[in-house]
């Protein structure tokens, strides 16, 4: 039960400043491309999930650089937002924590259904899909992306649709730059089925 509450104190904090961490790291972003802070293009052309993760990959080296001030060849995101941060007069500690808080709300708040197709996982797309419907009947469309056979329950026998295949081809040809707009195409296509 504490566990159940704790879960929902973390999911309403993170619904009811989402869209100031989001802010945040838009200012961090447009910083550090408008000033061509070195590295900038580490920010601009990534999702702050992705840029959390990063951090979270860096955080013993940058703990090392905190206690040696060796090693910063190994931290370019911490370096890169703490530039950013002097220029705009930001807390780089502060900004840190909120690009993480940022990614894991982001993490909790979205399916993540997208990445699993770039990803081209059908059957962990399956597997998101069937709990979602168990918990949420009738809410997230697996008929969209599967052609469920038999048993409805076991996702091992969910099939693929050709609509999926096609999306998942599609994300595996396509660079950062067109990448964008086969994120909002498939939204749109998600948000139609929900109607």
């Given at each position: 039960?504490?566990?159940k ?25 447009t ?13 601009s ?11 979270k990959?860096?955080?013993?080296a ?8 060796e090693?910063h ?40 259904l997208l ?9 962990d ?23 469920k056979?038999?048993?409805?329950d ?6 693929p ?24 195409t498939?939204?749109?296509d ?6």
């Open positions: 039960m504490q566990e509450i704790i879960e929902l104190l973390q999911t309403t904090f993170f619904a009811r400043y989402g869209d100031t961490f989001a802010e945040a790291c838009k200012v961090l972003k910083t550090a491309e408008g000033q061509k802070i070195n590295g900038w293009q580490m920010l052309k990534a999702y702050c999930t992705d840029i959390g993760t990063r951090l990959e860096e955080e013993s940058y703990k090392k650089f905190l206690k040696t001030s090693g060849e190994d931290i370019p995101l911490h370096i890169l937002i703490s530039q950013a941060c002097n220029t705009v007069g930001f807390c780089s500690e502060d900004m840190r924590e909120i690009v993480k808080l940022y990614a894991t709300r982001n993490e909790l708040m979205h399916a993540n990445i699993l197709i770039k990803q081209g996982k059908p059957v797309l399956a597997k998101r899909l069937h709990d979602d419907f168990c918990d949420l009947p009738n809410i997230v469309p697996a008929s969209l992306w599967f052609e056979r038999g048993d409805q076991n996702i091992q026998r969910w099939a649709t050709q609509r999926l295949e096609d999306l998942m081809n599609e994300f595996a040809k396509v660079g950062p730059a067109e990448e964008a707009e086969k994120w909002r498939a939204s749109e998600i948000t139609k089925a929900l109607k």
